[in-house]
């Protein structure tokens, strides 16, 4: 993807990343024609419960209590920063989601492998991408 600044950025490093974190299930680095990299993510519906626990948090909240909880964020936000650490400024990642679902192979966003389905997520996920830069000129940065 080339950002709206002319910057050449690989998104599979940062996804790659990200969902070796035991919490995060998929990640998608965002930011094609973009003043910036964000990236859309979904928490891991198997390890979440067990790490919620072991920080005090009721392991049976829900998907979309979980995407924002302060721990999980905080936690979220210090796997980004540990992202960023290994690109440049400009390829780093400065706003994220989680969202409150997973993607699965009934809905078409996850192949049999269970890889994502990259053009088909984007479709899904499109008004929380636009989110991100809502407000946000080309000429802006967060």
Same mark, same amino acid.
């Given at each position: 993807? &080339?950002?709206?600044?002319? %910057?050449?950025?690989? *998104?599979? %490093? +940062?996804?790659?990343? /990200?969902?070796?974190? *035991? ?24 390890? /979440?419960?067990?790490? /919620?626990?072991? @920080? ?23 796997? &980004?920063?540990?992202?960023? @650490? ?12 989680? /969202?409150?679902?997973?993607?699965? +192979?009934?809905?078409?966003? +996850?192949? *049999? ?9 984007? %479709? %899904?996920?499109? *008004? ?15």
């Amino acid at each position: 993807m &080339v950002t709206a600044g002319g %910057k050449n950025v690989a *998104p599979s %490093k +940062l996804e790659d990343i /990200l969902r070796a974190d *035991p919490i995060i299930g998929e990640c998608v680095v965002v930011g094609d024609g973009k003043p910036f990299i964000g990236a859309i993510m979904t928490l891991d519906s198997e390890t /979440l419960p067990a790490w /919620l626990e072991s @920080k005090g948090v009721s392991p049976d909240i829900s998907l979309a209590e979980a995407a924002t909880n302060e721990a999980v964020l905080h936690h979220v936000q210090a796997a &980004v920063d540990r992202a960023n @650490k290994t690109v440049s400024r400009a390829e780093s990642i400065r706003k994220f989601k989680i /969202l409150d679902y997973e993607f699965n +192979l009934e809905d078409g966003t +996850l192949t *049999p492998k269970l890889s994502i389905k990259r053009h088909i997520v984007m %479709k %899904k996920i499109m *008004p929380e991408v636009e989110a991100l830069y809502e407000g946000v000129s080309s000429a802006q940065l967060p």
